[in-house]
């Protein structure tokens, strides 16, 4: 005797039975699962067949980006959304992988399955002891297989054609309520991460210095151009003394809230080393200790940390695999400094070098990410550094934030108006002429 039912129609004798059973096809969605025993009811004075089930389950697909994925994981499993006659134990044990058992093949291949002796079925997988005949249909949306619909019966040849055209259709009506249901969260997860972006957003612009700084002898300016809400770029300079700051440019691996934490861990870490009187190798020593101690693998910043001294015009500073910045001297000549270590996090023990430049009147040092040099033409060709010195120069006598939006202006023109695919961020300091 099978515990539980789901009704089907059947060959009735009159119209009226012919009726009813055209409207359950028609209608699968109406026709409720039963608790009835022995496969048949009554009612109304005319029989009602019924399909015949000790278990069933509808198993939706969750699959994630591979590339996430743990090794030795896969990136597809089965969530068990609604079941019926399966034991705790039974469920706990089940782990399918796409393509594996019954469940596995038909979400794999989207062609549904009867098998009326599981026993001697080389795909099935034993996961309730009891079963004998399994029926498993598809659940598809936009021609996409999203899950599976099981029935399983403790007789043999349980279920025939007529059962599986029944459960196909039923298949489809879940497949509408699990694609609004999916829908319904994905909304849901959209307003909490716009909520979480805009902390993060807030966050960051908190970290960024309100103004420019003021030093005798200097012109200076930076400014950052999001791609996002939450940029992966960060500046930052802090007073040492009147005629001293310390600065920084980096650029955060990630975007979005975990960028925005990363930029808050190194900003107090290098503004604390800075107070503290370190030279910036030390600081970038300690701070890239810190950083391999507290984030993830995958994450690293590369960053240029110096201190400018204005009555010695000299800037000492030390790099952590950023790009390359440039000095522009006052006799036109130019040149990109390649001096630099590791990126921060990325080993514990990573030595870093203290370099020193003067930048006397006339000299325009300049410091940026690589969103500016790597933004592309519609035609793919990168904007590179040669342009970029080149626009430097056609516009070295502009103040520095006027230098800077000339450069983002030039940025813009060269990829057609869309702009960097990666944040842009420029540091310039210009020491001034007849100070």
Known sequence: MHDRTIERSGNARSDHDRQAAHAARR????????????????GNGHARLVIPYDAAGIFVLQCVDPETVPEGEEPCTFKAEAVRGYDIDELSDLHLKLGEGFIGSVALSGAPIISPDVRNDPVYINARDRTRSEMVAPIISNDEVIGVFDLESDELNAYSNDDLEVLMLLAS???IIIEKVMLHE???EKKRLQGQLEVARQVQLELLPAKDPEVPGYDISAYNFPTEEVSGD???????YEDEIGIVIADVSGKG????ILMAFL????????HIGYATNISMAKVNYLLYESIERNQFVTAIHGILDASNKTLSYSNAGHNPPLLLKANGESRYIYDGEQPLGMFPRTRYHENHLMIEPGDIFVLYTDGATEA??????????ERLEQVVKEHVEKPARELIASLQMEILEWTGGVGSND?????????LKNV
Not at 234 to 240: A, M, N, Q
Request: proline letters at 8%; hydrophobic letters at 40%.
């Open 186 to 188: 994905q909304m849901i």
């Open 257 to 260: 809230v975990p960028a925005a």
């Open 234 to 240: 960060y500046y930052d300079w802090v007073r040492i």
């Open 376 to 385: 592309e033409s519609p035609t793919g060709e990168e904007f590179g550094r």
């Open 173 to 175: 009506q879940v497949a």
């Open 27 to 42: 209608h699968p969605e109406d026709q409720p699962l039963t608790g009835s025993p022995g496969g048949a009811e009554s």
């Open 423 to 431: 944040d842009v961020t420029f540091f310039v300091i210009k020491a």
């Open 267 to 274: 900003r107090a870490s290098l503004r604390a080393a800075t």
